[in-house]
């Protein structure tokens, strides 16, 4: 996926929203992203709510409360999440989301827009970044094995 891609999906009204990542710069402005990303977050989530429980370190109270709460949040499916398991925040304006990335390529480090695009759900082989450090890091890494 390409950033002139996702402009003419915005323009020729195939994308009418952005989805973006609460807690990672995990992104799309396609719906059809979204259950794919939602059923990876949910496997996260379960995965680190085991790992959770097996912490002997983590008291028998604070676990029952922890076990309690996963059991509520598990009945919500239809709440979109990330592949790390972070719930989206959604903007109804995704040419706005586009034309503020274009005006500041370097908050997204050394590949600019590259790394900005990197984050996108069709680009980042399900793996959510939490900085730009890391994306550009990749970047770099993708780079030299080519």
């Known amino acids: 996926m390409d950033l002139e891609q996702v402009k003419k999906d915005i323009q020729e009204g195939r994308s009418t929203?952005?989805?973006?990542?609460?807690q990672t710069l995990w992104w799309?402005?396609?719906?059809s992203d979204l259950e794919e990303a939602r059923?990876?977050?949910r496997k996260t989530q379960e995965r680190n709510h085991k790992k959770m429980m097996k912490d002997s370190r983590i008291p028998k109270k604070d676990k029952q409360r922890m076990k309690a709460m996963f059991k509520e949040i598990s009945k919500h499916n239809h709440v979109p999440l990330d592949p790390s398991g972070s719930v989206l925040f959604e903007?109804?304006?995704p040419m706005y989301w586009i034309t503020e990335a274009e005006k500041k390529p370097n908050h997204f480090g050394v590949f600019q827009l590259?790394?900005?695009m990197k984050t996108h759900h069709q680009n980042c082989n399900n793996h959510c970044f939490t900085s730009w450090d890391d994306v550009n890091a990749q970047l770099r890494t993708?780079?030299?094995?080519?």
Not at 142 to 146: A, M, P
């Open 17 to 22: 929203m952005i989805f973006y990542s609460a």
């Open 28 to 31: 799309t402005h396609l719906e």
């Open 39 to 41: 059923e990876l977050g």
């Open 91 to 93: 903007m109804e304006t």
């Open 114 to 116: 590259e790394a900005f």
């Open 142 to 146: 993708e780079k030299r094995i080519q």
